[in-house]
């Protein structure tokens, strides 16, 4: 009990630090001192009391698209082990539903952008699901890579099996499957090379400019569905490249939590040191990352 | 009252109301009241159908009719079992449904064609009732022919449109050849069993020579009806040319009973060649992946939907191969995944496949076109369409909480489990190809529902469109009603399924309980709950906080451009053009650009785009434009004069009286 309601805490509160440590790294490199920690809190809770705009094209597929996609992702939040927990909700096959919760608030999050009409928001929307459906592959090979070897379809079995000794044991794999599901983490939440959050140009961006037209709580609710779902393939990606365990429940918190911090600031070099990629290249380093999951599966069959 | 408690007598008491259902149109001299006879007939032998549905699937047993006909191959007989049944509840609730949209699709007050419409869809309806039902090759084939032909008839409505002649014939070339490979099907099976009464499952042995033939045969013939690749490329002009309803029913039904053939060939056999799994595996794993990227480049609102059935029918073929695979490596839970994936989806696909056809109707019927860019901004003047249209979007990508999703977690529970127990597990690479589909899928269907129902107007006639009448949205109303139901308690599904899946894969006992402990069904309906309760609680919070705060409204942001118009937006050929080109290999649209000199284009250049068919245009009518190049030759002998036409007949009986001494 204790755990699950650490394991909600956690997801519910975390996420925009995350955003705040990215911001302050990216800062750090540029040579600024850069805005506080918990600078996207107050972003939330200001945005939580400004007014709204809405666009006289809109109908309310433009209201409900920010709803759906944040009902989405904290669903799935409650799927994924978090650190070497058990996730709150648990079942066989539950790995099926997790990727397609996305799919949902993908959707949304593009009808939502088609419905201002506007062509920088269409643009966006496209890009952002051509690129997807060129991940998604790759999530469920590195998933099924990883159920044959703990013969689970569970998330919470297969995302805690990874251990110091399977790493000794299928070092090759597990690091092929590691870049493969980072590329995956930095393409799905629109970080650089594949996407600048902070571009001040339309025509290059892709989530950002799908949320264009939004503003007050719709906008913070948008914001907050961001930052979870870095949290929630975030974890993903911990459980499988930080096999750790302490031997103690809140320990095993603790380094989750700390894990995820450095996950943080890790995209945020990885942000300060690389370029966007051009619009082309996204397709081929997406590709890429699919078929490096494809030989960590053929590794582990071997 | 003897012949409701008998579903066998209740299933031919409809089908024959429905092929006569159409007759009074024709010779009434009063159309309108004509239509509505038909259609509350309809509605009727649909209601009694799926009353004795009901029935069956509760455990009774359906009765063996015999008819004695003097034709000489053999009694008649009319059957039904568990597979039957499967099929029958997708086509009496889209029958049904698709019989009160008539009246106000197409009515008879406007349309002339409206009598011979009604007449077909009845006969349509009827003629697919008694393929499920015929258990002699022969009465299968004239069921078959039947229903071939009434499609036909019925997608020529509009025959003075030349696109829908041509649509049409390729339609009845195709469908033609299909028959002729059933033929050699059913002679072989005569030759084998020695009857053209249908074998009893598993009676026939596969490693007879005639066997493989037969299967090929029932790949061809069937496999072509139900638009598997390579054999789809009368699909998509068929299905667009037709009225509306009418390719609600061809998509919904009409398809299936091409899966429903092969499903039948092959369980007459006492085991499956190897071979045969994984053709079907591959065959549908390329419709899926091959028909979403056709339809992906569509700018034609009903093209896209039929490439789309493409696309759930190698879903469907997916699930199939897994299950037959299943069995050759004696994986019981590949068969039970692979046969509850399949069967699931044939519902499923027949539920949202029809709503969104339907759903299509509405707007051409408002718009007066079928060009997706010529739309937008429908939700506003369309809302309960733009409603229902959403669900079935939603539904036909296979995203939670809607039925879709339902059939293909089968699908990958099964594969992720070969994945996990299997030595060589190459039926787990169904799960990424999977996984590419359901993405594309989201690209078409956002595609399809951004362009057409949100934005603002593109064209005059988008912005004068008009929400259709109680009796088209009604029908529709039942069917999203049923997709999201059936998402809500996916349960529902698993119970309509679970008689036909243990009939095909031989399993006694609770199917249900035992399949519920490998596939999250149960847990799902939680899940999906509380995906809902938690969208709405958030609208909910959402819109007590909008109430206090300021709100006020303008255009569109568009960098502050002083005269934006809605041609600027962003249309559905541009929105799929980067996933066209990555797919560049299997869709290659025709494009034909101007060549730039100077900086801006010529007066008058134009830039086409134009969505191909690989195997129809690129390689089916070069072929058949040879052929009738050699048969121009042939012509010749053909010239209209009697005398020497009857000079033909004497040389030939001459040379046949010759030949036979």
Redesign the interface.
């Known amino acids: 009990m204790t755990d699950i309601i650490i394991h909600c805490l956690i997801a519910l509160l975390l996420p925009p630090l995350l955003l705040g440590v990215i911001t302050k790294t990216k800062a750090a490199f540029a040579g600024r001192v850069g805005a506080p920690f918990f600078q996207p809190y107050y972003d939330l809770l200001k945005l ?12 309310w ?1 433009f ?2 698209g920010p ?2 996609t ?3 992702i ?2 799935a939040a ?1 799927l994924v082990p978090l650190g070497r927990h058990h996730a709150p ?1 648990s ?7 997790f ?3 996305f ?2 608030a ?2 949304f999050t ?2 939502a ?11 966006g ?3 952002e ?2 690129f ?3 991940t ?2 790759t ?3 590195a ?2 890579t990883l ?2 070897m703990s ?3 569970q998330l919470s079995t297969l995302l805690t099996y990874p251990t110091p000794a399977i790493w000794l044991a299928a070092g090759a794999s597990m690091l092929l499957l590691v870049v493969a599901l980072f590329i995956v983490l930095l393409a799905e939440n629109c970080r650089i090379p594949f996407d600048d959050p902070t571009t001040h140009l ?1 025509l290059t961006m892709i989530h950002e400019v799908m949320v ?2 939004h503003s ?3 906008f913070g ?1 948008i914001l907050y569905g961001a930052a979870l779902k870095l949290l929630v393939l975030g974890a993903i990606f911990i459980n499988i490249a930080l096999p750790v365990t302490t031997g103690n429940s809140y320990g095993d918190w603790l380094v989750f939590v700390v894990a995820m911090l450095v996950l943080s600031v890790l995209i945020g070099v990885v942000e300060s040191v690389m370029a966007r990629l051009r619009m082309v290249r996204i ?1 081929q380093l997406l590709v890429g990352a ?1 078929i490096l999951s494809a030989f960590a599966m053929l590794l582990v ?1 071997r | 009252m003897a012949l409701v408690s008998e579903p066998m007598a209740c299933l031919l008491f409809a089908a024959v109301l429905l092929a006569l259902s159409g007759l009074p149109g024709l010779f009434l001299q009063r159309p309108v009241a004509a239509q509505w006879i038909a259609a509350l007939v309809a509605v009727f032998a649909s209601v009694l159908g799926a009353y004795a549905v009901i029935q069956l699937l509760g455990g009774t047993a359906g009765a063996v009719y015999q008819l004695d006909w003097p034709l000489p191959f053999g009694p008649a007989e009319f059957s039904v079992d568990h597979l039957s049944t499967l099929f029958l509840i997708p086509l009496f609730l889209v029958t049904g449904c698709v019989a009160i949209y008539s009246l106000s699709y197409w009515p008879a007050k406007e349309k002339n064609t409206a009598a011979k419409l009604t007449f077909f869809v009845g006969l349509f309806a009827a003629a697919m009732v008694v393929v499920l039902l015929a258990r002699n090759g022969v009465l299968f084939l004239m069921a078959w022919e039947v229903m071939a032909v009434s499609a036909y008839f019925l997608l020529t409505t509009e025959q003075q449109d030349a696109q829908v002649q041509r649509s049409g014939t390729v339609y009845l070339v195709a469908t033609h050849t299909g028959t002729m490979a059933l033929f050699v099907l059913f002679s072989l099976l005569r030759s084998t069993s020695g009857s053209f009464l249908f074998p009893l499952p598993h009676a026939l042995s596969a490693a007879f020579p005639a066997a493989t033939i037969m299967m090929v045969a029932a790949l061809i013939g069937f496999g072509g009806k139900a638009g598997l690749m390579p054999l789809h490329f009368w699909l998509p002009g068929a299905h667009a040319n037709a009225p509306s309803h009418v390719s609600a029913m061809m998509s919904g039904l009409m398809l299936k009973m091409g899966v429903y053939g092969i499903l039948r060939t092959i369980s007459f056999f006492t085991e499956i060649p190897v071979w045969l799994g994984w053709l079907l595996l591959v065959l549908g794993a390329w419709s899926a992946v091959n028909g979403i990227a056709l339809a992906a480049s569509q700018r034609d609102l009903k093209r896209l939907l039929a490439c789309s059935s493409i696309e759930n029918i190698g879903i469907i073929f997916i699930g199939i191969g897994l299950a037959l695979v299943g069995m050759q490596t004696a994986s019981p839970i590949l068969v039970t995944c692979g046969l509850f994936g399949a069967f699931i989806h044939i519902i499923n696909h027949g539920l949202f496949k029809s709503l969104l056809f339907l759903g299509s109707g509405v707007l051409i019927h408002g718009t007066g076109s079928r060009e997706i860019d010529r739309m ?2 429908l ?2 003047r369309m809302p309960a369409t ?1 409603l229902f249209f ?1 669900i079935g979007s ?1 539904a036909i ?4 909480p809607l039925n879709g ?1 339902v059939g ?2 089968f699908l ?2 099964g ?3 070969d ?3 299997a030595p ?2 190459l039926a ?1 690479l169904v ?6 589909v ?3 899928a ?2 078409t ?3 399809l ?3 057409v ?4 107007p593109r064209t005059a006639d988008a912005a004068h469109s008009h929400e259709a009448g109680g009796l088209m949205i009604g029908p529709m109303l039942v069917l999203a009603a049923g997709c999201l139901a059936t998402g809500m308690a996916p349960l529902l599904l698993v119970k309509l399924a679970a008689p036909a899946v243990s009939w095909y894969a031989g399993i006694e006992g609770d199917l249900v309980s035992r399949t519920g ?4 069904f149960m ?2 309906t ?2 999906n709950s ?2 809902v309760v ?2 709405l609680a ?2 909910a919070g ?1 819109l007590l ?2 109430s206090k ?11 502050a451009y002083l005269a934006p118009t ?1 041609r ?3 249309t559905g050929s ?6 066209v080109n ?1 797919f560049g290999a299997l869709v290659a649209p025709l494009r034909r650009r101007p060549s730039l000199a100077t900086f801006f284009p010529a007066v008058g250049t134009t830039f086409c785009y134009a969505a191909t068919e690989l195997v129809l245009d690129r390689v089916l009518t070069p072929i058949f434009s040879w052929i009738g190049l050699g048969f121009s030759y042939i012509r010749r002998l053909q010239h209209g004069q009697l005398h020497i036409y009857v000079l033909y007949i004497f040389a030939t009986l001459f040379v046949l009286m010759i030949w036979a001494h």
């Open positions: 939580m009391r400004k007014g709204s705009v809405f666009s006289t094209t809109t109908t597929v209201k409900a709803l759906v944040l009902a989405a904290l669903v409650l909700i079942f066989q096959g539950d790995m099926v539903l990727a397609y919760l799919g949902l993908r959707f593009a009808i952008a088609l419905d201002t009409g506007s062509s920088f928001e269409g643009m929307a496209a890009r699901v051509t997807s459906c060129l998604e592959p999530l469920f090979i998933l099924i159920a044959r013969r689970s379809l339309e264009l037209d007050g709580p719709a609710v397709p699919t069959l | 937008g901004g939700a506003k733009s959403l939603l990508c296979g995203l939670p999703f293909e977690l990958y529970v594969a992720i489990n994945g996990i127990h060589l597990p787990a799960a990424p190809v999977l996984a590419l359901g993405g594309l989201v690209i269907f956002v595609k529902y951004g362009i129902f949100l934005g603002s402990q490998q596939v999250p847990p799902l939680v899940m509380l995906l938690l969208a958030l609208a959402y906080r909008l705060l300021p709100r006020s409204t303008g255009p569109t942001w568009g960098c809605p600027m937006q962003y541009s929105f799929s053009e980067m996933v990555l």
